[in-house]
């Protein structure tokens, strides 16, 4: 089965604080996705990477930034957290480079910025 | 502009009630449909991938199928563990994009 793991469950932060969020996966899958979920916005992209060292804005990349240094693993950076950025963070990865394929997601990070 | 709309917002259905979920889509050329399942606190599970119009997959009591404009997940003698949030995604042409709607909030009573 394929394994999307993320560092943490839960995560209480205070503004103004640099966030790590880590993502790992265990298939050996070339793209990896970082999406935030909120209530009545449903999932949004934030940055993906298709290779290591390679990486995409995606809708709401402000605030954020990424690193993919090996294939399995994809950080997200919060670099000052504010209030806004309370959510749900879910990691995704999905395999191929031309062909289409499913994503698998991570359980999901929820943060709180205080 | 890409887009994928999700309806109902919500339903509720008695068990063994069977229901459609919808899914429309509107974008410049799709390479695949997917749903998933996300239950409350965890992060979507996969269900189906749909790739051309005609096509069907099932799986369990869920069936999804899929037209040029929209896909349809029936739920055939719904149980109450069936309850969850369905979320359809599309991936289009030329990038590695997904765009997902909003989702279904399904509650299946006993």
């Known amino acids: 089965d394929v394994k999307v793991t993320q560092s943490s469950r839960y995560l209480v932060k205070r503004t103004g604080e640099k966030v790590f969020l880590e993502c790992v996966q265990d298939?050996?899958?070339?793209?990896m996705f970082w999406y935030r979920q909120d209530p009545g916005l449903g999932l949004r992209l934030i940055y993906f990477?298709?290779?290591?060292?390679?990486?995409e804005k995606g809708d709401i990349p402000e605030g954020y930034s990424v690193s993919r240094e090996k294939k399995e693993r994809f950080s997200l950076i919060l670099e000052s957290a504010s209030t806004n950025q309370t959510s749900m963070y879910l990691c995704?990865?999905?395999?191929?480079?031309?062909?289409?394929?499913?994503?698998?997601f991570g359980p999901g990070t929820r943060l709180t910025v205080l | 502009e890409d887009q994928v709309t999700q309806s109902p917002e919500a339903l509720r259905l008695q068990e063994g009630e069977s229901s459609s979920l919808n899914c429309s889509y509107t974008?410049?050329?799709?390479?695949?449909l997917f749903w998933y399942r996300q239950d409350p606190g965890k992060g979507p599970e996969f269900l189906f991938t749909?790739?051309?119009a005609g096509e069907e997959k099932e799986k369990e009591r869920l069936k999804a199928t899929l037209t040029k404009k929209e896909s349809f997940l029936h739920i055939t003698a719904p149980k109450p563990e069936d309850s969850a949030t369905y979320l359809c995604?599309?991936?289009?042409?030329?990038?590695?994009?997904?765009?997902f709607g909003t989702g279904t909030r399904l509650k299946v009573l006993a």
């Open positions: 995704a990865s999905s395999s191929g480079v031309v062909t289409i394929g499913e994503q698998f």
């Open positions: 298939m050996d899958h070339e793209n």
């Open positions: 990477s298709y290779d290591v060292k390679m990486k």
């Open positions: 974008v410049s050329g799709l390479r695949g």
């Open positions: 749909l790739y051309s």
């Open positions: 995604a599309v991936q289009t042409s030329g990038t590695y994009k997904y765009i």
